[in-house]
T-cell receptor
């Protein structure tokens, strides 16, 4: 595997379900990010982990819960979502104190029914 | 409220022409600037980064930064139909971790 990978690529879940999105980076980076991309809206930064510590939580509802067990893995735990949470969820990674260039994974297309 | 503004387009150019994409940002303290290309149904792909005033060239792409006027632009020379995509401008406002994205400009290159 190279770059940033995300699983699953597609997910359909009901509002009462609990699911998790997984992200793994193979770039040796030390920062990871979750973004949400909805139709007709700019990319929204949700969470930032730098050196495995959360440094940003952009007023994201508590039904989204991130977890970063190490510098290569990032999870987004989902529970009791709403239909308006349907979107493309993107993971990215970067090397802080260097170029800060962020590289994205392919995304998980989430549909909440 | 830190903002990054882009014309949503579509910007239509003929094949072989120069496509010019523009982006303005609100915070004078911005340090790092990035251009991403996003094909329909795909994730953003980093194509250019620029950190200081002036031009930076990479193949057919040139990024231009003017911090005094708070704008950054992307020129695509010899545009190809495969360049048809949405181009996202992103700006880092602090040490670099936090990117704010513009809404993107949709580029259409017609054969």
């Amino acid at each position: 595997e190279t770059g940033v990978t995300q699983t699953p690529r597609h997910l359909v879940m009901g509002m009462t379900n609990k699911k998790s999105l997984k992200c793994e980076q193979h770039l040796g980076h030390n920062a990871m990010y979750w973004y949400k991309q909805s139709a007709k809206k700019p990319l929204e930064l949700m969470f930032v982990y730098s050196l495995e510590e959360r440094v940003e939580n952009n007023s994201v509802p508590s039904r989204f819960s991130p977890e970063c067990p190490n510098s290569s893995h990032l999870f987004l735990h989902l529970h009791t979502l709403q239909p308006e949470d349907s979107a493309l969820y993107l993971c990215a990674s970067s090397q802080i104190a260097a170029s800060y260039e962020q590289y994205f994974g392919p995304g998980t297309r989430l549909t909440v029914t | 409220q830190k903002e990054v503004e882009q014309n949503s387009g579509p910007l239509s150019v003929p094949e072989g022409a120069i496509a010019s994409l523009n982006c303005t940002y609100s915070d004078r303290g911005s340090q790092s600037f990035f251009w991403y290309r996003q094909y329909s149904g795909k994730s953003p792909e980093l194509i250019m980064s620029i950190y200081s005033n002036g031009d930076k060239e990479d193949g057919r792409f040139t990024a231009q930064l003017n911090k005094a006027s708070q704008y950054v632009s992307l020129l695509i020379r010899d545009s190809q139909p495969s360049d048809s995509a949405t181009y996202l401008c992103a700006v880092a406002y602090n040490a670099g971790n936090m990117l704010t994205f513009g809404g993107g400009t949709r580029l259409m290159v017609k054969p």
